[in-house]
């Protein structure tokens, strides 16, 4: 099997506004969340549609990463992201729904890994890490950022 499937989902105590107006800012990601962005840059948006050039980290290491954005303000952003060099290909899907306790986070990214060699590696090392790195990288960030606001 290519695709690698990882789900995620968490609860902030802040309103999805504030959490919308973080996520969706990209060319601040490496501020925000350094362990996961070295840079982002927006090189086309017509509306909210975004061409992005990043350099993600991941594992210890950065690569590059071309990613083609549509915002849903204030609900979601899903995210084509490729890296042609090692045939790595995600989908990535950042849903917000409002809730009483704050907002309710569910997050998707397929995975999906064309060169076997790194397939086979790839594949045990994902699934339980990579949504536990993703909850301190970025989840557990998130709520320093808004939570003490509100």
């Known amino acids: 099997m290519k695709q690698i499937p990882l789900n995620g989902s968490w609860i902030i105590n802040a309103p999805r506004q504030s959490v919308y107006e973080i996520i969706s800012d990209f060319e601040n990601m490496p501020k925000?969340?350094?362990?996961?962005?070295?840079?982002?840059?927006?090189?086309?948006?017509?509306?909210?549609?975004?061409t992005i050039k990043a350099e993600a980290k991941s594992f210890g290491t950065t690569f590059p990463v071309d990613m083609k954005t549509l915002l849903k303000p204030p609900i979601e952003f899903i995210s084509d992201n490729k890296n042609e060099r090692l045939g790595v290909f995600g989908h990535e899907e950042f849903l917000m729904e409002e809730v009483p306790d704050g907002t309710i986070i569910d997050y998707t990214y397929s995975l999906t890994?064309?060169?076997?060699?790194?397939?086979?590696?790839?594949?045990p090392l994902l699934g339980w890490f990579s949504m536990w790195f993703w909850k301190r990288a970025v989840i557990d960030k998130l709520k320093i950022m808004l939570e003490k606001q509100h």
């Open 32 to 50: 925000h969340f350094p362990s996961v962005a070295q840079s982002l840059k927006i090189i086309d948006k017509q509306g909210n549609n975004l």
């Open 113 to 123: 890994i064309n060169r076997v060699w790194l397939r086979l590696i790839a594949k």
